[in-house]
């Protein structure tokens, strides 16, 4: 990729050292493990065990998961992924599943610690004339198991960081998803502080959605990842698409992970259902139900990154959000390596997000512009 514009990566993420160190102390999922002598195991990478299909006690430790390395942590891996693949800037977010599983009193120092140390990364790389024109920025993790007015005190003071242009979140909410009530004082202060939320799924579907775990393992991370994470972002935002979620705050943004899951192939679906619902105040019912058209929603709350893979999927994206510049580039990068030793060639997930790209607008510079980079620089106020 070699373009003559800035591109712009806003799906990349890092486990920062301290975050590494923080999963490397645990034993239960989400846990690192580090293989030992007595494994006679011939990979020596370290194994990242962070969904629950990847605890698998009928495999060794040492083959669970998945082999997590340097790339996963090295902001000089990153740097040079990004000069591969003609990067010129990339947002980089705490990967999944953040601090989802932190105990309430240690929730907003691990926030605020994560927090610092990617700002001081990204300020340290943008300073320094040692990395060309590369820019790092972050999107920053919030202490979601912590009480409300800490979580919002940490969404205040990311607004003080000059390298943070918004926060990365999971669909678990405070643990009841992202319709709980309860969420109403955390979105007030994302829309009044104008914070871009990227919202990005973690924790699938049961097993028992795909048919239970021996049908999940035979088949290892094709189904929680392919099916059970866009899934769960499709049903995470249905459900605060009917709760009313929008409609009380209107200038809520969201930047949904994976083009939005399968949101955009099925709104139609969704606004049909809607009308149709006896349920609902509007059709005779008792419930509120959503006053809001969801293209509304899709025009005017969210944004989806071009993490799909394929033209099929990329264009329901666009014709989803309504127009190419809702639409943002990404790579998922460290996740979806190469699977062999060509790590220094360039990666095939990178190559078909992009050839999607490049094949749905064969002819439209403007608009590969926009989506590559353009429109990431004008929604998160990008100095590149
Ligand atoms: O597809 C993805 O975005 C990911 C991710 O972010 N984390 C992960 O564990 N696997 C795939």
Redesign the pocket.
Known sequence: MSASYPVVDI?T?MYPPSYIKLLSSRTTVPYIYQPTEADNSPDSDPR?I??ASDDDPSRPKASRG?PVDSTYSSFDQKRSFMKRHGISCSVISL??PWLDFLDPESALETAQGINDDLETACAKNNQSSDHGSLKLYAFGCLPLSAPAKDIVSEIKRLKTLKHVKGVIMGTTGLGKGLDDPDLDEVYSALASTSTLVFL???YGLPDSAFGGPEVVARSG?VLP?ALG?PLETTIAVARMYLSGVFDRHPKLQFLL??SGGTIPFLAGRIESCVAHEREFVANGGHRQGPQRSIWDVLHTNIYLDA?IYGQPGLRAALEAAGSVDRIIFGT?HP??PPLGNEHESRWLSVESNKGAIDGTFPHDEEAKKQILGGNAVRVLGLDI
């Open positions: 799906h993420h990242l962070i969904l998945r990967a999944n990005h799924p973690h991370h990842l994470f992970a994976h993490v998922d996740f979806f």
